[in-house]
């Protein structure tokens, strides 16, 4: 399995960005899509999963109510949909998978697969 993500750039606070990540290889039906982020001198830390048997996201408190996850069937594909965003969201942001799905789905441990990362920077 490989994993590309995408989309990362510079946005001024306020604005938005569509990240993506492309799944290759072989792909199930019950795995878990997650995004992470690592910023300068922190740990990665969960952003958002999503569920594909169920169609469901689960986010951080800190990205709820202005980041959807979502799913392209054709495309093999998770977006990640950051809008309102805050300079405090400047990082590199990892795909990952794992499967089978996972009640412990914020734990950067629980996932085998990662892609390359991508980065965003949010200006003030």
């Known amino acids: 399995v490989q994993l590309q993500a995408s989309g990362g750039g510079l946005v001024q606070a306020g604005g938005s960005l569509r990240l993506s990540c492309a799944a290759s290889?072989?792909?199930?039906?019950?795995?878990?899509i997650a995004w992470f982020r690592q910023a300068p001198g922190k740990e990665r830390e969960f952003v958002a999963a999503f569920r594909w048997s169920l169609n469901r996201g689960y986010y951080a408190d800190s990205v709820k109510g202005r980041f959807t996850i979502s799913r392209d069937n054709a495309k093999n594909t998770v977006y990640l949909q950051m809008n309102s965003l805050k300079p405090e969201d400047t990082a590199i942001y990892y795909c990952t998978r794992r499967e089978p799905w996972t009640l412990d789905y914020s734990n950067v441990r629980a996932y085998d697969y990662w892609g390359q990362g991508t980065l965003v920077t949010v200006s003030s």
């Open positions: 290889g072989r792909t199930f039906s019950n795995n878990a």
